[in-house]
């Protein structure tokens, strides 16, 4: 690969739906781009999470594009809540369709990315070893692309199978007959572990914080449904673009204490049933798990609703009623260590035949702070965050021209249906780049200050909520040593799509042009 022989416009880190769309609308308005991908497919998330279970949260006619009005209508959904497999199809399908694949490089890492001032280039190079050229830099890397591990010694001495949800390989669906461990009781892992009861001898899952988890209901979806949302289609994408998570809802027009506790009560249970009450669940807990230490055990205590990502399940509480199942409670007795048969506690060894780690990511910044980025004067990016992300509408970074990131730190993110974020952004910067050569320019840089102030407001913002009272991933507080940060911003869809929108009618307030 090398791109001096093939000068281009615009070179894309990652091939998940944010690398996908921004590569089909920097082609449309005629730029030269190419997207540099480590898989060996396309579908970023949904390429590497295969592991049992794995299913989107956000309704599958809302996690789905809204920029081609013919996609939308020929492509059909069959569940309410699409699982991996159908997800993974349906970005092939995007792939296929807009002929993205000739323009993408599989099975490539991005390692190193620099900036040369004279030539106002960015130069990139990969693993294996190659090095392309281009004027924009654009990535797409995903906030819950890098898995990390469990911080307890010994994994390489554990002579067992291992699995990684984010990381689960072809083939490695069964577990018939095996004693499996499951560590981890976030999405990932409430979402396995009922699929993984359903094989194993026995399950141990060992759990550090309980968390909020409600029912998914999940269910085929409707024909009627499927051709009454084509047909308001663009109104609802319309109000996902403006609404504060990227999933319309219609505000509460009466209190809970206007109205009869009978009433009430039918109100909660109905919400409980569609899958979108959160007040009822350790009420629901109790109900469903027969044993009332264990019942306990599972119910979150330690931080607020909402403060971390509450989860949908599938029969996760009913699960521990298995007389197969175990849970072992990290808080009374942390693991110490992997030993080769299995894992030990502070209490004892569990021998294991299989061990799944459901452990979760390194959020936000992990996929950019993998890359060695270096802007003007060769500044490193890891230096300019070594005390947490600073940028510019979560968008670019003073220092680094011409750089842009999708749904990176700062911005609303992982707080949202991602689908409309990530669009927000592949469109915002899609335009940028078309004005910048409209004017004639060759780079944009966010300004200092300009940066200074949105760092600011983003922590104001999160500061008035509940959120940086969790140890949760939100805040880096996953992985030991990363800064404690709030790192998405809490602003609303809405609210942000308006002050991006705002900055580019001004000229692009805030940005250096030259
Ligand atoms: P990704 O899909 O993460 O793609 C990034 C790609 O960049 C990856 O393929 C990676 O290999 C590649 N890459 C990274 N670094 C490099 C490098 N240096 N060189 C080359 N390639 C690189 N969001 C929702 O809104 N609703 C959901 O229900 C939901 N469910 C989820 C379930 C799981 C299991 C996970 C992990 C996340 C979920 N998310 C969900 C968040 C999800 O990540 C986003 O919705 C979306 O898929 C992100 O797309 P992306 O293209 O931005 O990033
Ligand atoms: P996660 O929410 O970070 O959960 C990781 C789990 O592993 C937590 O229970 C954590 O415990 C535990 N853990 C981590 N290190 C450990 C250690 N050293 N010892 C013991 N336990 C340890 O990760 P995730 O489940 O992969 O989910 C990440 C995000 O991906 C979600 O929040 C969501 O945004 C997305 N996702 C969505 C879906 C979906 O339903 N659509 C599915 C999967 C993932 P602590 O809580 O104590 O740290």
């Not at 694949?101 to 004279?118: H, K, M, N, P, Q």
């Not at 319309?238 to 204490?257: E, H, I």
């Not at 749904?407 to 940028?432: F, K, R, Y």
């Not at 300009?450 to 104001?460: D, G, K, L, S, Y």
Request: aromatic fraction near 8%; include cysteine; charged fraction near 20%.
């Amino acid at each position: 690969m090398d791109g001096k022989a093939e000068p281009l416009d615009a070179i894309i880190v990652g091939a998940g739906i944010s690398g996908l769309y921004q590569l089909h609308r920097l082609r449309e308005m005629g730029m030269r781009a190419r997207v540099i991908e480590a898989a060996d497919g396309v579908g970023g998330t949904w390429y590497w999470n295969r592991y049992p279970g794995a299913r989107c949260d956000i309704p599958s006619m809302s996690y789905s594009y809204s920029f081609s009005p013919e996609l939308e209508q020929d492509w059909e959904w069959t569940e309410k809540y699409p699982s991996q497999p159908e997800v993974l199809r349906y970005l092939e399908h995007v792939a296929d369709r807009f002929g993205l694949l000739r323009d993408i490089t599989l099975g490539t890492r991005v390692t190193a990315a620099r900036f040369d001032e004279a030539a106002a280039r960015w130069t990139v190079t990969t693993d294996p070893a190659g090095e392309l050229a281009a004027r924009f830099l654009i990535l797409a890397t995903g906030c819950l692309s890098v898995p990390k591990l469990p911080e307890i010694p010994g994994l390489d001495r554990y002579r067992g199978r291992v699995h990684r949800t984010a990381r689960w390989g072809a083939g490695e669906e069964s577990f018939d007959g095996l004693r499996v461990g499951v560590i981890g009781t976030g999405s990932s892992g409430i979402q396995v572990i009922p699929v993984i009861a359903r094989q194993a001898a026995e399950l141990t899952v060992f759990q550090r914080t309980p968390n909020f988890s409600m029912p998914a209901g999940n269910r085929p979806l409707d024909p009627a449904e499927v051709a009454g949302m084509k047909a308001r289609y663009r109104q609802w994408r319309q109000a996902q673009r403006a609404s504060g998570f990227g999933m319309p809802s219609d505000p509460p027009t009466r209190s809970a204490l206007d109205v009869s506790p009978a009433e009430r009560d039918a109100a909660y249970q109905a919400g409980w049933d569609r899958g979108d009450l959160t007040s009822l669940i350790r009420a629901k807990i109790r109900a469903t798990v027969h044993d009332r230490d264990l019942a306990e055990a599972l119910s979150p205590r330690t931080f607020p609703i909402g403060t971390k990502r509450p989860c949908l399940d599938t029969g996760y509480y009913a699960t521990f009623n298995q007389a197969h199942v175990r849970l072992v409670d990290l808080r009374a007795t942390p693991l110490a260590e992997f030993t080769p048969a299995g894992v030990r506690t502070s209490e004892r060894e569990h021998e294991l035949d299989a061990i799944v780690l459901a452990t979760g990511f390194d959020a936000l910044t992990g996929a950019i702070a993998a890359i060695d980025i270096r802007g003007q004067g060769g500044a490193a990016l890891a230096d300019a965050w070594r005390d947490g992300p600073r940028n510019y509408l979560g968008l670019a970074v003073a220092g680094f021209p011409n750089l842009f990131t999708i749904t990176g730190p700062l911005s609303p993110s992982v707080l949202s249906n991602m689908m409309v974020s990530i669009e927000q952004h592949v469109e915002w910067i899609a335009d940028c780049i078309a004005a910048l050569a409209a004017a004639g320019r060759r780079t944009i840089e966010a300004t200092e200050r300009a940066q200074e102030n949105w760092v600011r407001h983003v922590a104001m913002v999160g500061a008035v909520t509940l959120f940086p009272t969790a140890d949760s991933w939100y805040m880096g507080a996953n992985v030991p040593g990363k800064p404690r940060v709030f790192l998405p911003y809490l602003g609303g869809v809405g609210e942000y799509r308006r002050k991006c929108d705002q900055v580019a009618a001004q000229g692009y307030r805030g940005f250096t042009l030259a």
